[in-house]
């Protein structure tokens, strides 16, 4: 049985992942779905053309995980394609947001998605693709998005790294860091703090990362950056010293407050 698992599945980019894959693999038998927001799933299922299997998990929850883990054990699947899309980030000031809450981006941006591709890797096949959504963010540190920067920053690491030691199996890793998406990403990242303005200028549609992604991964590419404002900044986070680039994120942070009125002049 050839499947692909999708994790943060039920909305925004992981949801398009699987809209997009639907269309494109049709050597794949079933689609297994991941999220803890089932009645998604369950909608998302409906306008599918493949079987769909739905896991309704916490996937920082060690039960759930090692639940998930057994299920692999049993069936012995064979895994065509993991896409990690499950996270979250929080922006404000470190030490205003919950340490429950900072923390919780670590185990579900990072270490979740450790364990779900350590549990696949098993079950795949020469040919096989991994994608790990990381982010623009793991460019550069982020004031008042640490945390979600940092961890971001590990993915993309982690993603280079297990790419090179696959690359014998002919298994490919893929990097997926697109900037701001057009997704429901901020409704839950802006609890605390707010975004630059000029970074929203640059949001893109999550279809156009997904397309990018992979386009990305059938080319065995191991990073994907979706648009030219993204690639310049990343080049940019690889010339200038990243301490004047934090200043100036600053200064342009201030000077928004300014012009909104909840600054001092």
């Not at 920082?60 to 692999?72: G, H, N, P, Q, R």
């Not at 947001?97 to 998605?113: P, R, T, Y």
């Not at 950056?225 to 342009?252: C, D, N, R, S, V």
Request: net charge positive; aromatic share 8%.
């Amino acid at each position: 049985m050839n499947i692909i698992i999708i994790t943060g599945a039920s909305s925004g980019i992981g949801r398009e992942f699987a809209r997009q894959l639907d269309k494109r693999l049709y050597s794949v038998d079933v689609f297994w779905l991941i999220s803890r927001r089932k009645k998604e799933l369950e909608a998302l299922a409906q306008t599918l053309e493949h079987p769909v299997r739905i896991f309704d998990m916490d996937l920082t929850l060690e039960s759930d995980i090692f639940a998930f883990k057994a299920i692999l054990e049993k069936e012995c699947p064979v895994v065509r394609m993991l896409v990690n899309c499950a996270g979250y980030g929080l922006m404000g000031a470190f030490d205003r947001v919950s340490m429950g809450e900072q923390s919780g981006q670590i185990d579900l941006n990072c270490k979740a998605l450790v364990q779900m591709t350590h549990m696949c890797i098993p079950y795949m096949k020469p040919n096989s693709r991994i994608l790990q959504l990381a982010s623009s963010a793991a460019f550069l540190p982020q004031a008042d998005f640490a945390v979600y920067a940092a961890s971001k920053s590990f993915v993309l690491s982690f993603s280079r790294a297990l790419a090179q030691e696959l690359k014998e199996k002919s298994i490919y890793v893929t990097a997926v860091c697109p900037g701001p998406v057009n997704t429901a990403f901020f409704e839950r990242a802006e609890k605390f703090g707010s975004t630059l303005a000029v970074k929203k200028l640059t949001m893109v549609e999550a279809s156009e990362v997904v397309s990018d992604a992979l386009k990305a991964s059938a080319q065995r590419r191991r990073v994907c950056i979706t648009g030219i404002p993204m690639k310049l900044f990343y080049l940019a986070a690889g010339i200038f010293p990243h301490e004047i680039m934090l200043q100036g994120a600053a200064a342009l942070k201030k000077l928004e407050k300014i012009k909104t009125g909840k600054g001092k002049t």
